[in-house]
């Protein structure tokens, strides 16, 4: 992996993440050693992202917002919550039951989502939170409080998938790109894993491996799909922990609909010959690199999703694929334009109007976010995708 160029330019570490990151990075200096000197690159990002205590997504710190790393659609704007909210009113009022968020981030997209459904007259049944990280469920816990007892009353946090199988919407929000993921390039016409060794300086590197016989198969099936050759030297991702996490979806819903938001796309376009190194990327304090052997605990790591490769695992996992559409054609179907006409106050209105563009514009959100909506039991169109429908993409 060839380090950033912006590397110089990253905000300095803090005392605090000065010593976090010295921890994790010892974290992982003893797997590699413990493994004979290299690890894949998934176990690499699992350690930096979900080590107990440790992992950036499992210890403390703010994450998202002006004090954080990233910001996510729903910090952004309220307007986008409340599209989702219109979307989960339109499916609870089909099959009835609760809404189950995976990541709810600051809270922010929860409390709003309920504060839309309760003037819809569509509150869900319950709203279970099933989150990782300890700071964003502080977060989440103090954004609920400040609710009207009988919203926050409905809340509930959850540290596994429902036991029970249950009606009604499950809600992924950028959930998908944080999954771990291997990584692959092509040398001399064969496939090799790239993982990470120790460097001389007692830092990491990346190092390539033969592919072991999982990682293989998964490689020669997508390269199967493409139209055109991978070039020489060629580097991206592939994600295995889509298909576990998706029957993971699948056993919690009995009847109902999954909203998957994220940025990627389908395999075709994905896996591209101009896209020859990959969609890896890395965020910390709002500065995006796409060096993820620095800083390991204290950034977030990310990749594009296959949604040819979510499709296919909704499909053996018995799940419908009712809608695939960029996030501009979702909002537009589920009444954006509508919610932003609403301010009366000039000021107020061209504030909402620029968060309108920020989601809606492709050279913003619009085009890179998809949404897709997977069911069970459900066969009513869908208004977030009356106006796009990419499932033939796919």
């Not at 919407?169 to 999954?179: F, M, Q, R, S, T």
């Not at 139209?227 to 889509?242: C, M, W």
């Not at 009712?322 to 932003?340: C, N, R, V």
Request: charged letters at 25%.
């Amino acid at each position: 992996m060839t380090p950033s160029a912006a590397r110089s330019t990253l905000p300095p570490l803090e005392r605090g993440e000065t010593e976090h990151t010295a921890s994790v990075a010892a974290l992982i200096r003893r797997r590699i050693g413990e493994a004979g000197g290299w690890i894949d690159f998934e176990a690499f990002m699992d350690l930096a992202l979900y080590a107990p205590g440790l992992g950036y997504y499992r210890a403390g710190g703010a994450k998202l917002g002006d004090g954080g790393d990233f910001t996510t659609a729903p910090e952004m704007s309220d307007l986008y919550s409340r599209c989702i909210a219109r979307q989960c009113a339109e499916i609870l009022g089909v099959v009835g039951g609760g809404i189950v968020e995976f990541g709810a981030g600051s809270g922010r997209m929860a409390a709003t989502v309920l504060e839309e459904l309760a003037e819809l007259d569509a509150l869900p049944e319950r709203y279970a939170i099933l989150e990782v990280s300890a700071d964003l469920l502080d977060r989440q816990r103090e954004r609920i409080a400040r609710l009207p007892e009988r919203l926050r009353a409905r809340v509930t946090w959850l540290d596994r998938w429902p036991a029970d199988p249950a009606r009604g919407v499950i809600l992924a929000n950028e959930v998908l790109d944080a999954l771990p993921c291997q990584r692959f390039t092509l040398r001399h016409g064969r496939i090799q894993a790239l993982g990470v060794e120790l460097a001389p300086d007692g830092g990491f590197r990346e190092a390539e491996r033969p592919v072991d016989p999982d990682l293989a198969a998964a490689c020669k099936a997508v390269l199967r799909d493409l139209r055109e050759p991978l070039p020489e030297g060629y580097v991206s991702e592939i994600n295995l922990r889509v298909e576990p996490w998706i029957r993971g979806v699948a056993a919690g819903l009995r009847q109902g609909v999954a909203l998957l938001i994220d940025y990627g796309l389908p395999r075709a376009h994905l896996y591209h010959p101009q896209r020859s190194e990959g969609t890896l990327r890395c965020h910390f304090k709002q500065r995006v690199h796409d060096d993820p052997l620095i800083l390991a605990g204290v950034q977030d790591i990310t990749a594009w999703v296959d949604f040819t490769r979510v499709a296919e695992a909704a499909t053996s996992a018995e799940l419908d694929v009712l809608g695939f559409a960029t996030q501009a054609a979702f909002l537009l179907g589920t009444g954006i334009t509508t919610l932003a006409d609403q301010p009366t106050d000039p000021r107020e209105r061209a504030r909402v109007a620029g968060e309108a563009r920020r989601l809606l514009l492709p050279g913003e959100m619009g085009e890179a976010f998809k949404v897709m909506a997977l069911g069970r039991g459900y066969d009513t169109p869908l208004c977030g995708f009356a106006h796009q429908d990419l499932r033939g993409s796919l």
